[in-house]
């Protein structure tokens, strides 16, 4: 008779292992559908220390002749460049770089065109524009916006555009 007595007590503890098995299992299994579920992408930024400024200009039948140099710390892969005739206006019609492959974008400058790297802190690079589709052919404001390469993607620095009203040109 003792033998039957002592059964409810293994079976009162075996219970409770059960219940704590199955609270584990369903806390594993939400935990890895909720991680799946969290792994977001990271959007691409451009470093906050990416700054670049124009030196000099000239101008000449035309075209504009640019020396910009990287002032930030990071490398700057290339930049956009847009002007308009009239220095009230916002610069959107693209610069055309001279030398630039035909596989590249109209107002697009990357410096491997010309120095074949990104261009380095406290580099110094010099590049003519043309500005010859604009009517009148005259050029009163231009704007860069510089732009890093994260994998195949560019990444533009929207904090470090420059803009600068011309004379002369």
Do not use: H
């Amino acid at each position: 008779m003792g033998k039957i007595e002592n059964k409810r007590g293994v079976s009162l503890v075996l219970s409770y292992v059960l219940l704590i098995v199955i609270v584990v299992g369903i806390s594993i299994t939400v935990f890895q559908v909720l991680k799946k579920l969290s792994q977001v992408t990271p959007t691409p930024e451009c470093p906050d220390s990416v700054m670049m400024s124009i030196e000099d200009y000239s101008c000449e039948a035309s075209s504009i002749n640019l020396t910009v140099k990287n002032r930030g710390l990071f490398d700057i892969d290339g930049f956009t460049i847009r002007g308009a005739v009239s220095p009230a206006e916002k610069p959107v019609l693209p610069l055309e770089y001279d030398n630039r492959p035909l596989s590249a974008e109209k107002g697009v400058y990357f410096f491997k065109f010309s120095i074949n790297s990104a261009l380095k802190p406290n580099m110094v690079s010099i590049q003519n524009f043309s500005y010859s589709s604009f009517n009148p052919k005259s050029l009163g404001i231009i704007e860069l916006e510089p732009f890093v390469m994260q994998g195949d993607e560019q990444v533009f620095c929207e904090k470090a555009v420059i803009t600068k009203k011309l004379d002369g040109c």
